[in-house]
């Protein structure tokens, strides 16, 4: 298995990426190498720091440029083709690599796998999973961010694409799947809220157990929660400052009371960087996205849910059941 890491994405790199590499590459099980894509000098000169790295299973591929984060994704895309995004993704379209990771612009990571990548058949829209913690276990919210207008017929599409990933690298044999609301009522929400509890009651496949509001998500009411990407990415940014919002509190009570509280094991429980980046479900590959201020810990716990990814075959599986019957009664 060979994973391509985009070098130059974040905000502190290539140090970041390629120590997150080293890491994963000592402490992950599997037969697996990492190809970092970007500035060779820049990224040999940080593989130097790192003398316990195993060179035998890192390749360095030269990219002479890098998007930013303020570029248009689209037009990043195509007026930069030997930009480090471009090249890891064309070496994942080709074959040369199994998966992509990136923690650089969100849109043009996206931009990129659309237009190179491209969407597996029946994928009208793909989507951005999330995984966060609840009270028993993980949720994985999807979308959260690359769509900010759906129809009824795509969001039930993200439960299929959750569905899958929740089965893959969850392990979860029929996740729940939630649809989040104002309301637990049938006709509560909007009216596409309410088409979309229809569509669910009635698809294939979907384990749908209703309406999930806001409050109920930390409590294990799914394995799957849909929503459109407006609400699933302000979802998003407010859960990532909540937790250290609470950490902080606690700390402060801890050391205002003396109390003794591992503070460091409920932020792991609650930090982002434990759960890997984000993989956008529904196209031809796999592509992750990271946090542009992802520690090396996250970079790690991104190529662990690439290399999961690629051996239980989650593509392929999303292609198989896309591949399946439409239900004659979903209207598009």
Do not use: W
């Not at 690599?97 to 237009?115: N, Q, R, Y």
């Not at 196209?283 to 716990?301: E, F």
């Amino acid at each position: 298995m060979r994973i391509a890491l985009d070098a130059m994405g974040s905000d502190r790199a290539p140090a970041v990426e390629v120590e997150g590499a080293v890491g994963a590459l000592r402490e992950l099980d599997g037969d697996f190498s990492m190809v970092l894509v970007g500035d060779r000098e820049a990224i040999e000169a940080e593989l130097a720091r790192h003398p316990e790295a195993p060179r035998d299973r890192i390749e360095v591929v030269h990219a002479s440029q890098k998007i930013e984060m303020g570029e248009s994704p689209a037009q990043a895309i195509r007026r930069k083709p030997d930009s480090s995004v471009v090249i890891g993704l064309t070496l994942h379209k080709r074959g040369e690599v199994d998966a992509f990771i990136s923690a650089g612009s969100t849109g043009a990571v996206m931009a990129g796998s659309l237009f190179i990548l491209r969407p597996l058949p029946g994928v009208d829209r793909p989507a951005i999973g999330t995984v966060f913690p609840t009270a028993a276990g993980h949720t994985i919210v999807l979308d959260s961010g690359a769509n900010v207008d759906t129809r009824p017929a795509q969001l039930v599409q993200f439960a299929t694409l959750g569905t899958i990933y929740a089965q893959d690298l969850m392990g979860v044999e029929q996740p729940r799947v939630g649809l989040l609301n104002i309301g637990e009522e049938p006709e509560k929400g909007d009216e596409r809220s309410v088409e979309t509890y229809g569509l669910l009651s009635r698809a294939p496949g979907i384990n749908f157990v209703g309406n999930v509001e806001g409050r109920d998500i930390i409590h294990d009411r799914c394995d799957v929660l849909v929503c459109d990407g407006f609400v699933g990415n302000v979802l998003l940014k407010f859960y990532e400052s909540i937790a250290g919002f609470i950490i902080h509190l606690l700390r402060q009570e801890v050391g205002a009371k003396g109390l003794e509280i591992d503070t460091d094991r409920v932020f792991r429980t609650l930090d982002y960087t434990e759960y890997g980046g984000a993989p956008l479900l529904g196209v031809n590959g796999i592509t992750i996205i990271c946090h542009g201020g992802s520690p090396p810990r996250a970079i790690r716990n991104a190529i662990r849910v690439a290399q999961r990814s690629v051996q239980r075959g989650m593509v392929a599986h999303i292609a198989r059941e896309l591949a399946r019957p439409a239900d004659p009664t979903q209207e598009p």
